[in-house]
T-cell receptor, first 109, second 113 residues
């Protein structure tokens, strides 16, 4: 089985722009979670989707949003980027345990 | 969310067993104990999980205390590739927060040649 695929792997954006990150879960997995990882805050939960519905949401501002499609692929969007949004964004596909992708490294300049 | 407590760091020598402890005194009856590890510049990697009984897989063993208030991840023969941050996390498989994993600071494992 192919693992979790996140695209792109690296991204550089300017403050004020918006960005969309993509995640393809393991085939057959219907639940996808997103996390932000920074040196200062560690790994923080953003949101979880199951069958196209947001099931859980972390404590992030409304600039962070996501969605899930009928094929379980998920996207997350960050609008009006700030310097503090620079981070590694990780997606996990859930079935028993959580299986993480390699992440998207976002740098906001 | 029920909380876990782990030592900040541990050291081991290559080819020796490593026992990584985790305390979770407020665990609820439906909380599963999960372990993940994260190597530098990679996403977290699932290691093992269990509910009440000890569990073994090709990567590690999980020993769960009888009262479930603590657990130990056992790496039977540490290798240099096992050097990583190890996270112990509780996940309520039957609850609405199933997909929400709360990561603490984890234990930084250093393996010496």
């Amino acid at each position: 089985k192919a693992g979790v695929t996140q695209t792109p792997r690296y991204l550089i954006k300017t403050r004020g722009q918006q960005v969309t990150l993509s995640c393809s879960p393991i085939s057959g997995h219907r639940s996808v979670s997103w996390y932000q990882q920074t040196p200062g805050q560690g790994l923080q939960f953003l949101f979880e989707y199951f069958s196209e519905t947001q099931r859980n949401k972390g404590n992030f501002p409304g600039r962070f949003s996501g969605r899930q499609f009928s094929n379980s692929r998920s996207e997350m969007n960050v609008s009006t980027l700030e310097l503090g949004d620079s981070a590694l964004y990780l997606c996990a596909s859930l079935s028993g345990g959580a299986f993480f992708g390699q992440g998207t490294r976002l740098t906001v300049v | 969310d029920a909380k876990t407590t782990q030592p900040n760091s541990m050291e081991s020598n290559e080819e020796e067993p490593v026992h990584l402890p985790c305390n979770h005194s407020t665990i609820s009856g439906t909380d599963y104990i999960h372990w993940y590890r994260q190597l530098p510049s990679q996403g977290p990697e699932y290691v093992i999980h269990g509910l009440t009984s000890n569990v073994n897989n090709r990567m590690a063993s999980l020993a769960i205390a009888e009262d479930r208030k603590s657990s130990t991840l056992i790496l039977h023969r540490a290798t240099l590739r096992d050097a990583a941050v190890y996270y112990c996390i509780l996940s309520n498989a039957g609850g609405t927060s199933y997909g929400k994993l709360t990561f603490g600071q984890g234990t930084i494992l250093t393996v010496h040649p």
